[in-house]
């Protein structure tokens, strides 16, 4: 059973920096990639940034382009998220996911999902 905890959420203020990790258990993830999601009050899960596992391939929605960073450490199987220049728009609950489809903006691709963890800008 694939178990996804995320830590490190918080209150930052605008222009501040927050890391998020995501710990992966349950089963080998070499093949798969690792999403970033974010849901604010009233909105749908919107798509952050995602890695894969295997060589460590970034992609990352447009509105966090430059400012926010995924990496993985594959000995640990967790991965991160580095947000610097934060902005109140950032606020929401942040979730990390597991994919196997190449289609990883997509939050239907994810089959596995941790808990989300808030994250708050303060402006």
């Given at each position: 059973?694939?178990?996804?905890?995320?830590?490190?959420?918080?209150?930052?203020?605008?222009?501040?920096?927050?890391?998020?990790s995501c710990a992966a258990?349950?089963?080998?993830?070499?093949?798969?990639?690792?999403?970033?999601?974010?849901?604010?009050?009233?909105?749908?899960?919107?798509?952050?940034?995602?890695?894969?596992?295997?060589?460590?391939?970034?992609?990352?929605?447009?509105?966090?382009?430059?400012?926010?960073?995924?990496?993985?450490?594959?000995?640990?199987?967790?991965?991160?998220?580095?947000?610097?220049?934060?902005?109140?728009?950032?606020?929401?609950?942040?979730?990390?996911?597991?994919a196997a489809s190449e289609?990883?903006?997509?939050?239907?691709?994810?089959?596995?999902?941790?808990?989300?963890?808030?994250?708050?800008?303060?402006?």
């Amino acid at each position: 059973q694939v178990h996804l905890v995320e830590s490190g959420g918080g209150l930052a203020q605008a222009g501040g920096s927050l890391r998020l990790s995501c710990a992966a258990s349950g089963r080998t993830f070499s093949n798969d990639y690792m999403g970033w999601f974010r849901q604010a009050p009233g909105k749908e899960h919107e798509f952050v940034a995602a890695i894969t596992w295997s060589d460590g391939s970034t992609y990352y929605a447009d509105s966090v382009k430059g400012r926010f960073t995924v990496t993985r450490d594959s000995a640990k199987n967790t991965v991160y998220l580095q947000m610097n220049a934060m902005k109140p728009e950032d606020t929401a609950i942040y979730y990390c996911a597991t994919a196997a489809s190449e289609s990883i903006r997509a939050a239907q691709s994810y089959a596995d999902w941790g808990q989300g963890t808030q994250v708050t800008v303060a402006s």
